[in-house]
């Protein structure tokens, strides 16, 4: 019974900001670490951030740094994504995951994953 459902996704122009949600059930959310992956194109997922159950640890991919600022709200079960600065190049589909083990930035360790949404940014 474990769902995650993104939303907050859009078409935007570069240098737009967006803000995404993942609201999880089914979960002991508060003791999950949480992440957040985009796929641009083809088979592969890219890692963009990940929060830990306290939100003492948080990691970003290089890519997204300084732009992007992952949080979360347990009390309503909810994860954010805020992506300022947005460059064509974050053109993906956004998906967020509950983690279970090993590395953050590997989508081997989650073991749930919600269905993503779009995220379009124009030149």
């Known amino acids: 019974q474990v769902q995650l459902v993104e939303s907050g996704g859009g078409l935007v122009q570069a240098g737009d900001s967006l803000r995404l949600a993942c609201a999880a059930s089914?979960?002991?959310?508060?003791?999950?670490?949480m992440g957040w992956f985009r796929q641009a194109s083809g088979p592969e997922r890219e890692f963009v951030a990940a929060?830990?159950?306290?939100?003492?640890?948080?990691y970003y991919a290089d890519s997204v740094k300084g732009r992007f600022t992952v949080s979360r709200d347990d009390a309503n079960n909810t994860v954010f994504l805020q992506m300022n600065s947005l460059k064509p190049e974050d053109t993906a589909v956004y998906s967020c995951?509950?983690?279970?083990?090993?590395?953050?930035?590997?989508?081997?360790?989650?073991?749930?994953w919600g269905r993503g949404t779009q995220v379009t940014v124009s030149s």
């Open positions: 929060i830990s159950k306290d939100s003492d640890t948080i």
């Open positions: 089914g979960l002991t959310f508060g003791k999950t670490a």
């Open positions: 995951a509950a983690f279970k083990s090993s590395d953050y930035d590997r989508s081997r360790s989650y073991n749930y």
